[in-house]
């Protein structure tokens, strides 16, 4: 791999905007999952297992949609000591996070005397997405599953794509088993998420969709938005390192190596300093810890095509061009006294990785804030997977008769500048003051 990298210029921003905006499904995408979604939603089942033989070249018969419980049981058996306290204490931490989290109903008087207030339900059936294949994403099950159950959602159904045999790895089922969830489907892809939308007879509707997904399954949510809630379009994995004449090379190095190894070829690696000197030392240890690594092929591919390195020695700058990027993951490899003015500047970072000892893999795996991020700079506007997201807000209002009083020459007003007399008249004739 040859590594070089950009000097600060007036069309920096221009050109990464370019480079880390979010790619638009092409219209092949688009009109596969449309076709995908409708076969479902018209044929149910039997378009399902259709769908999963054509794209996941596995042959499951309606029967065998439904994961049975002795096959969890089995599966969490087989987890090792060491897989089975690793994912409990990931779940602890996850758990811990966001108790921290959990709103409370509250209720004031306004001025005119009512007493008003929200409270807040969990979503009554959520749908949870967890990608499988060649990488099952263990993880992902505690980072999302975690969450509705701290949320105390009562219906849990959790879909994910059978390898071609029909099997889902039993490191997964492990954690789901250990999670309490009873209800996992082995259907993956835009097919899976027609489902959890529309419903089948194997898999009754959900209220709103979660978990990250290639290209297809976030344009089949997309698509799915309006018949059920979504949570976000998460796309390829993203990370930003800043560093500075402290950072250490090989720390540095396999941070950008970790992101690029999730293997899309679509990954975003992005890596900005403010001491020239090190960047012929950073590229080095990419060029000998790549040798190591099992997925080399995949991070090469990733390196050549999505990876961008940027001097810039002014740290405002540095803020500057994060914020703009707004990346998934920031690394803020730096001295202790950079960070403050850091995690000020920058706004739109879906997660801070802060210090020298803080790898985006700890966010990914065991420290607690889910890792279903924003990506494609998406975190300008929106936030990562949070607990609120598994919970409805309701707000109340309640009037006696004299807040009512109290509030009808406001009401009556609004009334009559929006020429709407019945919602005049809605609240006068409880009164006693009709026309």
């Given at each position: 791999?040859?590594?070089?990298?950009?000097?600060?210029?007036?069309?920096?921003?221009?050109?990464?905007?370019?480079?880390?905006?979010?790619?638009?499904?092409?219209?092949?995408?688009?009109?596969?999952?449309?076709?995908?979604?409708?076969?479902?939603?018209?044929?149910?089942?039997?378009?399902?297992?259709?769908?999963?033989?054509?794209?996941?070249?596995?042959?499951?018969?309606?029967?065998?949609?439904?994961?049975?419980?002795?096959?969890?049981?089995?599966?969490?058996a087989k987890l090792t000591d060491a897989e089975r306290e690793s994912i409990r204490e990931a779940i602890r931490n996850v758990q811990l996070?966001?108790?921290?989290?959990?709103?409370?109903?509250?209720?004031?008087?306004?001025?005119?005397?009512?007493?008003?207030?929200?409270?807040?339900?969990?979503?009554?059936?959520?749908?949870?997405?967890?990608?499988?294949?060649?990488?099952?994403?263990?993880?992902?099950?505690?980072?999302?599953?975690?969450?509705?159950?701290?949320?105390?959602?009562?219906?849990?159904?959790?879909?994910?794509?059978?390898?071609?045999?029909?099997?889902?790895?039993?490191?997964?089922?492990?954690?789901?088993?250990?999670?309490?969830?009873?209800?996992?489907?082995?259907?993956?892809?835009?097919?899976?998420?027609?489902?959890?939308?529309?419903?089948?007879?194997?898999?009754?509707?959900?209220?709103?969709?979660?978990?990250?997904?290639?290209?297809?399954?976030?344009?089949?949510?997309?698509?799915?938005?309006?018949?059920?809630?979504?949570?976000?379009?998460?796309g390829p994995s993203e990370v930003m390192v800043i560093a500075d004449e402290t950072a250490n090379p090989a720390f540095v190095a396999a941070?950008?190596?970790?992101?690029?190894?999730?293997?899309?070829?679509?990954?975003?690696?992005?890596?900005?300093?403010?001491?020239?000197?090190?960047?012929?030392?950073?590229?080095?240890?990419?060029?000998?810890?790549?040798?190591?690594?099992?997925?080399?092929?995949?991070?090469?591919?990733?390196?050549?095509?999505?990876?961008?390195?940027?001097?810039?020695?002014?740290?405002?700058?540095?803020?500057?061009?994060?914020?703009?990027?707004?990346?998934?993951?920031?690394?803020?490899?730096?001295?202790?006294?950079?960070?403050?003015?850091?995690?000020?500047?920058?706004?739109?970072?879906?997660?801070f990785l802060m210090g020298h000892c803080t790898a985006t893999s700890l966010g990914d795996f065991a420290a607690g804030p889910s890792h279903?991020?924003?990506?494609?700079?998406?975190?300008?506007?929106?936030?990562?997977?949070?607990?609120?997201?598994?919970?409805?807000?309701?707000?109340?209002?309640?009037?006696?008769?004299?807040?009512?009083?109290?509030?009808?020459?406001?009401?009556?007003?609004?009334?009559?500048?929006?020429?709407?007399?019945?919602?005049?008249?809605?609240?006068?004739?409880?009164?006693?003051?009709?026309?």
């Amino acid at each position: 791999m040859k590594f070089s990298y950009l000097q600060d210029s007036e069309d920096l921003l221009l050109e990464l905007k370019g480079f880390a905006s979010a790619s638009v499904p092409g219209p092949e995408v688009i009109e596969t999952v449309s076709e995908i979604v409708k076969a479902v939603r018209d044929g149910g089942d039997g378009a399902l297992l259709e769908k999963t033989k054509l794209y996941d070249h596995a042959s499951l018969l309606p029967d065998q949609i439904l994961l049975k419980q002795e096959e969890l049981d089995v599966a969490e058996a087989k987890l090792t000591d060491a897989e089975r306290e690793s994912i409990r204490e990931a779940i602890r931490n996850v758990q811990l996070f966001h108790e921290k989290s959990i709103p409370s109903d509250w209720s004031a008087s306004n001025e005119h005397g009512a007493e008003v207030g929200e409270k807040h339900y969990p979503i009554k059936r959520v749908g949870i997405y967890v990608p499988g294949g060649n990488v099952p994403l263990v993880s992902t099950v505690i980072m999302t599953v975690t969450l509705a159950k701290v949320a105390g959602v009562s219906e849990i159904a959790v879909v994910t794509p059978p390898d071609q045999n029909g099997e889902v790895a039993f490191q997964l089922l492990g954690a789901l088993k250990t999670l309490g969830v009873s209800e996992v489907y082995r259907v993956g892809g835009a097919q899976a998420i027609a489902a959890l939308a529309y419903g089948t007879k194997s898999i009754p509707a959900v209220d709103k969709i979660y978990g990250p997904g290639n290209a297809y399954v976030n344009e089949a949510k997309r698509q799915a938005f309006g018949a059920v809630g979504i949570d976000l379009l998460p796309g390829p994995s993203e990370v930003m390192v800043i560093a500075d004449e402290t950072a250490n090379p090989a720390f540095v190095a396999a941070a950008l190596l970790a992101q690029a190894e999730h293997g899309s070829g679509k990954e975003k690696i992005y890596f900005l300093f403010t001491e020239e000197s090190i960047f012929p030392k950073v590229a080095q240890e990419l060029e000998n810890q790549v040798q190591t690594l099992s997925h080399k092929n995949a991070i090469e591919k990733v390196m050549e095509c999505g990876f961008r390195s940027i001097f810039l020695p002014e740290l405002r700058r540095v803020s500057e061009v994060a914020t703009f990027v707004a990346p998934e993951h920031l690394e803020l490899q730096v001295s202790e006294d950079k960070l403050p003015f850091l995690t000020k500047e920058i706004s739109t970072a879906g997660a801070f990785l802060m210090g020298h000892c803080t790898a985006t893999s700890l966010g990914d795996f065991a420290a607690g804030p889910s890792h279903v991020l924003p990506t494609g700079r998406s975190s300008r506007f929106s936030s990562g997977l949070k607990l609120n997201d598994f919970l409805r807000r309701t707000s109340f209002i309640r009037y006696d008769e004299v807040a009512a009083k109290k509030a009808l020459p406001v009401v009556t007003e609004f009334a009559l500048m929006e020429k709407l007399d019945a919602h005049g008249r809605a609240l006068s004739i409880r009164v006693g003051k009709n026309d």
